[in-house]
């Protein structure tokens, strides 16, 4: 593996992940090797198949399985013999958690309505959503102050609303959850610069 910038070489191939920089093992490894970075936005995570450049100006040709999400701190690359290795960077955008737990012990019909309520208040503002298990996720695209106001204000009884790191909660997401919630929240681009984002064909 060569991640050093050169006269237009051949892409480097990622087709899947080989570990964490958190384990054990890459902990070790990476802290004493060189390391590259291929910076990642929340929906770039979520793609299989992207070209980009990393931090040092290697491009690199992702290949991935279709339900990988790549989290911050994959390990992307490693080449023993130059003790050099590739790790993602992914920035996760912040999170508004609604959570309906309080409602549980609720009737059935208290639960639906307030289910319904929330549904509509958030649809009127056009915000993506995921539901995973009591909770719904929505990602922050305006000020805390006023997705918070949007809840508040209708006075939903026992429904609670806090905010939560992307990286935090998409742990707690299956991969297809996560490229909804993640993915919905980036806007769409058409920009053509040296380094940008191309993804290729699936």
């Known amino acids: ?14 087709s899947s992940v080989l570990g964490q920089k958190s384990e054990g093992l890459w902990s070790d490894r990476l802290s004493s090797c060189r390391v590259d970075v291929l910076r990642l936005s929340q929906a770039e995570a979520h793609r299989s198949r992207l070209r980009k450049r990393t931090n040092g100006g290697a491009e690199v040709a992702l290949s991935l399985d279709r339900n990988t999400v790549l989290r911050d701190g994959a390990v992307l690359a490693w080449d023993e013999d130059g003790r ?10 912040e999170v508004m958690v609604i959570d309906f737990g309080s409602l549980l012990s609720e009737s059935a019909e208290i639960l639906l309505a307030r289910s ?11 915000w993506p959503a995921v539901v995973s298990g009591r909770r719904v996720y929505v990602p922050v695209t305006l000020a805390r102050d ?43 681009r058409h920009d053509s610069f040296p380094g940008a984002v191309s993804e290729e064909p699936q």
Request: hydrophobic share 45%; charged share 15%.
């Open 84 to 93: 050099t290795a590739l790790v993602a960077r992914v920035d996760l955008g």
């Open 1 to 14: 593996m060569d991640l050093a910038a050169g006269s237009d070489p051949p892409p480097t191939r990622i």
């Open 116 to 126: 319904l309520q929330v549904g509509h208040a958030l649809g009127n503002q056009h």
């Open 146 to 188: 006023v997705m918070a106001a949007v809840v508040q204000t209708h006075g939903f009884d026992g429904i609670s609303c806090s905010f939560a790191p992307g990286d935090e909660v998409a742990r707690d997401l299956s991969p297809d959850d996560a490229r909804m919630l993640f993915a919905s929240a980036a806007p769409h």
